[in-house]
T-cell receptor, first 113, second 113 residues
Framework: DAGITQSPRHKVTETGTPVTLRCHQT?????MYWYRQDPGHGLRLIHY???????DKGEVSDGYSVSRSKTEDFLLTLESATSSQTSVYFC????????????FGSGTQLSVL | GENVEQHPSTLSVQEGDSAVIKCTYS??????FPWYKQELGKRPQLIID?????GEKKDQRIAVTLNKTAKHFSLHITETQPEDSAVYFC????????????FGTGTRLKVLA
């Protein structure tokens, strides 16, 4: 599993509440990513990080913020959850160098009611 | 920015036949093209990848071809088996050295026994 752990695995919340998803890695990878997966849209990049405190926006960053204060943790926050943010969220990691391969976590199923 | 289109969205083949999934990309600077397989309820997993300096790559029953001039790449699965049934995603790097990847919308492959 490339040492990636996502938490929680499932979450149900109400519209307007804040939500934080956590991605934890144990192998000191530099690059970390948050994707969301929705039917008909595939995997869309929300935010990614290329180092501690270094982050950048992806395709669908509106309504999301991220933080990376330690190499091993990448947090995704929905400041005020909306029903359109109901989705499966995947964290991924990639190691710099010749190996650009993305490895995904197990995913978090988030339902916003 | 980079855009990746993937076709078809669904594909049904008889066991033993071949399957072909096609993707096109928009950014001529893209230089890395991975393919992912996602079984129901599981995480996407890398099955094969190709770089822009290579035209074709094979790994047992799967192969990927790349046409840089036309900006399209394809996944070929020969002698399909029921366990090949899954959703397949193509992806393209956004730009060299960015370690950002844009995914296609996925192809649901069904192998009929």
């Amino acid at each position: 599993d490339a040492g990636i752990t996502q938490s929680p695995r499932h979450k149900v919340t109400e519209t307007g509440t804040p939500v934080t998803l956590r991605c934890h890695q144990t192998e000191n990878h530099r690059y970390m990513y948050w994707y969301r997966q929705d039917p008909g849209h595939g995997l869309r990049l929300i935010h990614y990080s290329y180092g501690v405190k270094d982050t950048d926006k992806g395709e669908v960053s509106d309504g999301y913020s991220v933080s990376r204060s330690k190499t091993e943790d990448f947090l995704l926050t929905l400041e005020s959850a909306t029903s359109s943010q109901t989705s499966v969220y995947f964290c991924a990691i990639s190691q710099e160098g010749t190996n650009e391969k993305l490895f995904f976590g197990s995913g978090t199923q988030l339902s916003v009611l | 920015g980079e855009n990746v289109e993937q076709h078809p969205s669904t594909l049904s083949v008889q066991e033993g036949d071949s399957a072909v999934i096609k993707c096109t990309y928009s950014d001529s600077a893209s230089n890395y093209f991975p393919w992912y397989k996602q079984e129901l309820g599981k995480r996407p997993q890398l099955i094969i990848d190709i770089r822009s300096n290579v035209g074709e790559k094979k790994d047992q029953r799967i192969a990927v071809t790349l046409n840089k001039t036309a900006k399209h790449f394809s996944l070929h699965i020969t002698e399909t088996q029921p366990e090949d049934s899954a959703v397949y995603f193509c992806a393209a790097s956004v730009a060299p050295g960015t370690y950002k990847y844009i995914f296609g919308t996925g192809t649901r492959l069904k192998v009929l026994a």
